[in-house]
């Protein structure tokens, strides 16, 4: 898992591409943890950024 940040500020919600697992973003959570294999496709967006590293 990483953590990944969003950075604009109006809620919303991803599904993961590889994973299928869902993803809940907003101004007030802007830090999720997210499976690794789904993070390079939120990463390649400029609504997203790494946060930091989790195990």
Same mark, same amino acid.
């Given at each position: 898992?990483v953590? #990944?940040?969003? &950075?604009?500020?109006? =809620?919303v919600?991803? !599904?993961? =591409?590889?994973?299928?697992?869902?993803? @809940?973003?907003?101004a *007030?959570? =802007?830090? @999720? !943890? #997210?499976?690794r !294999?789904?993070?390079? *496709? &939120?990463l390649?967006?400029?609504?997203?950024r &790494?946060?930091g !590293?989790?195990?």
């Open positions: 898992m953590e #990944v940040e969003y &950075l604009a500020q109006s =809620p919600v991803v !599904r993961g =591409p590889v994973t299928g697992a869902t993803y @809940q973003f907003s *007030a959570a =802007p830090i @999720q !943890r #997210v499976y !294999r789904d993070s390079s *496709a &939120l390649a967006t400029r609504h997203f &790494l946060a !590293r989790m195990a």
